[in-house]
């Protein structure tokens, strides 16, 4: 399966996740994790998503999320999963 | 399934800690686009590679994209260039019209280095290396992207001393024909012994004539990291230190195989190896001598440099040739002078010279690197350093090179400023005492006896 890990990095506020999930929802991707945590006084968050039913190119995804990351003032991450599962996992 | 804490490891190093991909090289074989007539053979050479380039570039920036790691450059490698032009090149002239091919194709295609302009002599030199390694000085000056290499000696073959006596004068004739760029030509000009047929990093990089047809070599970088890593054991004893290595190479090394496993997929070109070296740039925190400080020295070049750098290339080795299916290249540190401020640094504070260099290149890939030295260096002084750096390779059947630079109207102390990942670099002092009737005697080193290792 084609999982997709998006990252949320910044500083934490009211809306980030409705925000992020609205837009997942909108273009057909279902999230099949949610983690977050505190790092230095920065929230994190991670989601592992199946982004294989939607439309979309990666690529846009990618792009569209971490505009709507700047419009709310933190970092939104799309990369794919095998990166962490290459470097993490033997 | 993956954690967040491992994202977040893999994320900081992309970001805080320069990790990065560093070269994407897709070596192409010419051997089919030989033809007696000169205009067909630059004509076949322009069509060939931009066939099977043409998507290298937008491959690498989607991978990227895919994965957020950058990659920072794509490059192609060729055939030396001595054998494909030996039936078509009747002078020096000849072969520079294919190093201009080569540029017009390198801009083409959108690469920002080829490699191949080279001549294979580790035992002696066909009229048509030697009419290549003449072009050079020409080639390198009316070039932007054309990287040169020649292969004076190996382990099986001995030392071409008439080659390293030819290239001493080359290097300076280099020098002097990019005297208006601080002598740049020399930073694209590498002298080989034992050297790789898959190596991706440049200047050095060629498409053997034992490779296919055509092959995607990776160069993964990421001395940040292991520095980083090692930040959290000071203090620690060696086998702490060299477990802490081994493990940051096996993850570092990781990335390297996936991003070539991809591209090799998505241009349906045959994955060759992952060269494991720790390649530096200028950037801060991104540099191997600040590794040897963080290991526990004050400078790069202080009583103990050898054996640091020596544990910390064994354990990149160990630790990278498990997360990779093939390893290739030239595998190990490297120490460039202008291309890590660390070293930069050493040199500055008079704790690294040419000597201590030298020493540092028996345990380590792969020899004196973008060693800026006085202009008005003699070329017999010029052979003799190669002479040295490749007898260590001959003697223990390693890489060495070397990139070095007469730096054309500079001397001791000037700093000269190559721009870009080239860095810049403090023109260091060079041994002043003669080796003339060495170098002139002409012949060749006999290749070394393999057996009583003392």
Same mark, same amino acid.
């Given at each position: 399966m084609?999982? $997709? %890990?998006i990252t %949320?990095v910044?500083?934490?506020?009211v809306?980030?996740?409705?925000?992020v999930?609205?837009?997942?929802a909108e273009?057909s991707i279902?999230?099949?994790?949610?983690?977050? $945590?505190i790092?230095q006084?920065?929230?994190?968050?991670?989601?592992? %998503?199946d982004?294989n039913? $939607?439309?979309?190119?990666?690529d846009?995804?990618a792009?569209e999320l971490e505009?709507?990351?700047?419009?709310?003032g %933190?970092?939104?991450? $799309?990369q794919?999963?095998d990166?962490?599962?290459?470097?993490?996992?033997? | 399934?993956?954690?967040i804490?491992e994202v977040?490891?893999t994320n900081?190093?992309?970001?805080q800690?320069?990790?990065?991909?560093?070269?994407? *090289?897709?070596? =192409?074989?010419?051997?089919?686009?030989?033809d007696?007539?000169l205009?067909k053979?630059n004509?076949?050479?322009?069509n060939?590679?931009?066939s099977?380039?043409?998507d290298?570039?937008?491959?690498?920036?989607k991978?990227?994209?895919?994965f957020?790691?950058?990659?920072?450059? &794509?490059?192609?490698?060729?055939t030396?260039?001595?054998?494909?032009g030996a039936?078509a090149?009747k002078s020096?002239?000849d072969y520079?019209?294919?190093?201009?091919?080569?540029?017009k194709?390198?801009d083409?295609?959108g690469?920002?280095?080829i490699?191949g302009?080279s001549?294979? +002599?580790? &035992?002696?030199?066909?009229?048509?290396?030697?009419?290549?390694? !003449?072009?050079i000085?020409?080639a390198?000056s009316?070039t932007?992207?054309v990287c040169?290499s020649?292969?004076?000696?190996?382990?099986k *073959?001995?030392?071409?001393?008439?080659?390293?006596k030819l290239?001493?004068?080359i290097?300076?004739?280099?020098a002097?024909?990019? #005297?208006d !760029?601080d002598?740049i030509?020399?930073a694209?000009?590498? /002298?080989?012994?034992?050297?790789p047929?898959?190596n991706p990093?440049m200047a050095?990089?060629f498409?053997?004539?034992?490779?296919?047809?055509?092959v995607?070599? +990776?160069?993964v970088?990421?001395?940040?990291?292991v &520095?980083?890593?090692l930040e959290?054991?000071?203090?620690a004893?060696?086998?702490?230190?060299c477990?802490? =290595?081994?493990k940051?190479?096996?993850?570092?090394t990781?990335v390297?195989?996936?991003?070539?496993?991809?591209a090799?997929?998505?241009?349906g070109?045959?994955?060759?190896?992952?060269?494991?070296s720790?390649?530096p740039?200028?950037?801060?925190?991104d540099s191997v001598?600040?590794?040897?400080?963080?290991?526990g020295?004050?400078y790069?070049?202080?009583?103990?440099? *050898?054996?640091?750098?020596?544990l910390l290339?064994?354990?990149v080795?160990?630790?990278?040739v498990m997360?990779s299916s093939?390893v290739g290249g030239?595998?190990g540190?490297?120490i460039?002078?202008?291309?890590?401020q660390?070293?930069?640094?050493?040199?500055?504070?008079?704790?690294?010279?040419?000597?201590k260099?030298?020493?540092m290149?028996? /345990?380590?890939?792969?020899?004196?690197d973008?060693?800026?030295?006085?202009?008005?260096t003699?070329a017999? *002084?010029?052979?003799?350093i190669?002479?040295?750096e490749m007898?260590?390779?001959m003697?223990?059947? #390693?890489?060495?090179?070397?990139?070095?630079?007469?730096v054309i109207?500079?001397? /001791?102390g000037d700093?000269?400023?190559f721009?870009g990942l080239?860095?810049?670099a403090? /023109?260091?002092?060079v041994?002043k005492?003669?080796?003339?009737?060495?170098?002139? !005697?002409?012949?060749?080193i006999p290749a070394? =006896?393999?057996s009583f &290792?003392n």
């Amino acid at each position: 399966m084609n999982r $997709t %890990v998006i990252t %949320v990095v910044g500083k934490d506020k009211v809306g980030i996740m409705a925000k992020v999930c609205n837009y997942l929802a909108e273009n057909s991707i279902n999230i099949l994790d949610i983690s977050q $945590t505190i790092v230095q006084g920065f929230f994190n968050m991670m989601m592992i %998503v199946d982004a294989n039913d $939607t439309p979309k190119e990666l690529d846009k995804i990618a792009e569209e999320l971490e505009q709507i990351g700047n419009e709310i003032g %933190v970092t939104i991450r $799309t990369q794919h999963e095998d990166i962490f599962d290459k470097m993490h996992r033997i | 399934m993956i954690n967040i804490h491992e994202v977040i490891e893999t994320n900081k190093m992309i970001q805080q800690e320069n990790l990065d991909v560093r070269t994407i *090289t897709l070596g =192409i074989s010419l051997l089919d686009c030989i033809d007696p007539d000169l205009d067909k053979l630059n004509q076949n050479i322009y069509n060939k590679i931009t066939s099977v380039a043409k998507d290298l570039v937008s491959v690498g920036n989607k991978i990227q994209r895919e994965f957020g790691i950058p990659i920072v450059n &794509k490059r192609i490698s060729v055939t030396p260039i001595s054998l494909i032009g030996a039936s078509a090149c009747k002078s020096s002239e000849d072969y520079v019209t294919i190093a201009k091919t080569l540029d017009k194709v390198a801009d083409t295609v959108g690469v920002n280095f080829i490699g191949g302009y080279s001549a294979l +002599v580790s &035992k002696s030199m066909t009229s048509s290396d030697e009419l290549l390694i !003449r072009s050079i000085p020409s080639a390198l000056s009316q070039t932007e992207r054309v990287c040169s290499s020649v292969n004076v000696g190996s382990t099986k *073959t001995g030392i071409d001393m008439d080659a390293v006596k030819l290239i001493g004068q080359i290097v300076l004739d280099t020098a002097e024909a990019t #005297k208006d !760029r601080d002598s740049i030509g020399c930073a694209k000009l590498v /002298v080989f012994c034992n050297a790789p047929d898959d190596n991706p990093f440049m200047a050095g990089a060629f498409h053997g004539v034992t490779e296919g047809d055509a092959v995607i070599n +990776v160069g993964v970088s990421g001395p940040g990291v292991v &520095k980083k890593a090692l930040e959290n054991v000071r203090g620690a004893d060696f086998e702490t230190l060299c477990e802490t =290595i081994k493990k940051t190479a096996f993850k570092i090394t990781r990335v390297g195989q996936l991003v070539a496993q991809e591209a090799s997929k998505m241009l349906g070109i045959p994955f060759g190896i992952v060269d494991l070296s720790l390649a530096p740039t200028p950037a801060v925190g991104d540099s191997v001598a600040e590794i040897l400080e963080e290991i526990g020295l004050e400078y790069a070049g202080a009583p103990g440099t *050898t054996a640091a750098l020596a544990l910390l290339n064994d354990q990149v080795k160990k630790g990278g040739v498990m997360a990779s299916s093939f390893v290739g290249g030239l595998s190990g540190a490297f120490i460039p002078v202008s291309e890590d401020q660390g070293m930069i640094n050493a040199v500055e504070a008079g704790a690294l010279t040419i000597e201590k260099l030298e020493a540092m290149t028996c /345990v380590c890939s792969v020899g004196l690197d973008m060693v800026a030295i006085p202009g008005d260096t003699k070329a017999t *002084t010029i052979s003799g350093i190669i002479a040295d750096e490749m007898a260590i390779g001959m003697i223990n059947q #390693k890489t060495t090179a070397v990139r070095i630079i007469p730096v054309i109207g500079k001397t /001791v102390g000037d700093r000269v400023e190559f721009g870009g990942l080239l860095g810049y670099a403090p /023109v260091m002092p060079v041994n002043k005492f003669n080796c003339d009737a060495f170098i002139n !005697r002409g012949g060749r080193i006999p290749a070394p =006896i393999h057996s009583f &290792k003392n």
